[in-house]
């Protein structure tokens, strides 16, 4: 696989910031909002690593007994990832339930494999990796490790 430069990367994560921050999160939150939502997709809580306060974020997770598995897709760049090296202390919101947990970055995950992993079925695995590979910048598989597991 090649490799991406360095100055791509950021210039692929800042015009994805801007769609993901002014139309895909809001129209997600909209989704929730209206009850309509889907298994693969949560809200995840960090606390903001400047300002101290509660910051949600859709994400696309895929949830065991243990934990649950997200990709930052733009690594440690994305805002959520900023605030889980500041403070790994989550919360996890899928449907009505929360979970309380830790989050930690897991560098050696195969993200490509991962992500395939979050679909069931050879066709909803093939779109979860196209979608992954054309999204991606730096990914990166998060771990949160539910407290009351």
């Not at 809580?45 to 598995?69: L, Y």
């Not at 959520?80 to 989050?103: C, E, H, M, S």
């Amino acid at each position: 696989m090649r490799e991406r430069s360095t100055s791509a990367a950021v210039r692929k994560f800042r015009r994805e910031r801007l769609v993901g921050r002014y139309l895909a999160n809001p129209a997600v939150g909209l989704l929730d909002r209206l009850g309509i939502r889907s298994a693969l997709l949560a809200e995840l809580e960090t606390t903001g690593a400047k300002t101290g306060q509660p910051r949600r974020v859709p994400v696309t997770v895929s949830i065991d007994e243990q934990g649950a598995w997200l990709i930052s897709q733009h690594g440690r760049r994305s805002g959520w990832a900023r605030n889980i090296v500041a403070d790994p202390k989550v919360r996890l919101r899928q449907g009505k339930r929360w979970y309380t947990g830790t989050a930690a970055f897991v560098p050696d995950d195969d993200v490509v494999a991962r992500a395939r992993s979050f679909a069931k079925g050879r066709v909803p695995e093939s779109a979860a990796e196209w979608t992954m590979k054309a999204l991606e910048s730096d990914p990166i598989s998060v771990r949160i490790t539910f407290a009351d597991a």
